[in-house]
């Protein structure tokens, strides 16, 4: 099993950054394929990016592409999520979520229902 805890969550303006991180407990950690997803007050909780095993493949949802990007650092159990021009609408507590995969070569689901571990969440506001 493994424990996730994110980070890096606050208030900025709309077209500034933030690095969001996911540090994750265990010895098992490359085992994972890795996912964010994020919720809003009265939204249902969406696929926001995944990334595989070893860090080749990436998934993105559309409303991301381009502004966000994962990435993982198996040497130090972490992944990232650096979101790049935030708009108003990216305002939600976002969600790390640890997916055990057989091979290395497996794709990364886009749904929650799939994933086996998640982390308490940390809120990210953007204003106008």
């Known amino acids: 099993q493994v424990q996730l805890v994110e980070s890096g969550g606050g208030l900025v303006q709309a077209g500034e950054s933030l690095r969001l991180s996911c540090a994750a407990s265990g010895r098992t950690f490359n085992s994972y394929g890795m996912g964010w997803f994020r919720q809003a007050p009265g939204k249902e909780r969406e696929f926001v990016a995944a990334i595989n095993r070893s860090g080749g493949s990436t998934y993105y949802a559309d409303s991301v592409k381009g502004r966000f990007a994962i990435s993982r650092d198996n040497a130090k159990n972490t992944v990232y999520l650096q979101m790049n021009s935030l708009k108003p609408e990216d305002t939600a507590v976002y969600y790390c979520?640890?997916?055990?995969?057989?091979?290395?070569?497996?794709?990364?689901?886009?749904?929650?229902?799939?994933?086996?571990?998640w982390g308490q969440g940390t809120q990210v506001t953007v204003s106008s």
């Open positions: 979520a640890a997916d055990l995969l057989r091979s290395v070569n497996s794709i990364v689901s886009r749904t929650a229902k799939a994933y086996d571990y």
